[in-house]
T-cell receptor, first 114, second 114 residues
């Protein structure tokens, strides 16, 4: 699986959009970009994933560059409850095979400020 | 709520004693995972299971064994606990009625080995 690079920490004002970057320059054609987050002392939570098209769900939007070497997770209106460590993970999508593993890095600590 | 529980939630034990952590799910998910989380390392995969009696090693499997004799339970055993195994342990599940591409995490078990 390709390696990802994220800034160790970021701040965001409450109510503003939080834009979390991720570099994955060695991503291969069949690898997806996944985002998880971990609020303090809790288990990680799935947010979103995508291959090459931009994706949006009720939690966030995922913007993947055309060359797929980087992506941005967007939380449109950050709240204090969005303070967490955000993990960007690159992995081949699983459709029932035996290699459904996630390799977590150290992520980005997003601190939403009041 | 993906119906995943871990027990115990907290445990203090002494070096050299055996310890078993239990992960229980109620959703008939095919895949189950054990991770550990330590400061500065993010989450690291210990072992995973892709079916009853089907398990495989993760990136930090030394000193750990697992068993899955029925779909709903995945046990992690430390045969002889060491202080380096002091950590927070998370169980995760995927597949079943949910997407194979999402992993749902349990609340974690905080283990202290004195």
């Amino acid at each position: 699986d390709a390696k990802t690079t994220q800034p160790p920490s970021m701040d965001c004002a409450e109510g503003r959009a939080a834009n979390l970057p991720c570099n994955h320059s060695t991503i291969s054609g069949n690898e997806y970009v996944y985002w998880y987050r971990q609020i303090h002392s809790q288990g990680p939570q799935y947010i979103i994933h995508g291959l090459k098209n931009n994706e949006t769900n009720e939690m966030a939007s995922l913007i993947i560059t055309e060359d797929r070497k980087s992506s941005t997770l967007i939380l449109p209106h950050a709240t204090l409850r969005d303070t967490a460590v955000y993990y960007c993970i690159v992995r081949v999508a699983n459709y029932g095979g035996a290699t459904n593993k996630l390799i977590f890095g150290t992520g980005t600590l997003l601190a939403v400020q009041p | 709520d993906a119906g995943i529980t871990q027990s115990p939630r907290h445990k203090v034990t002494e070096t050299g004693t055996p310890v078993t952590l239990r992960c229980h799910q109620t959703e008939n998910h095919r895949y189950m995972y054990w991770y550990r989380q330590d400061p500065g390392h993010g989450l690291r995969l210990i072992h995973y299971s892709y079916g009853v009696k089907d398990t495989d090693k993760g990136e930090v499997s030394d000193g750990y064994s697992v068993s899955r004799s029925k779909t709903e339970d995945f046990l992690l055993t430390l045969e002889s606990a060491t202080s380096s195994q002091t950590s927070v342990y998370f169980c995760a599940i995927s597949g079943g009625s949910f997407s194979y591409n999402e992993q749902f995490f349990g609340p974690g078990t905080r283990l202290t080995v004195l």
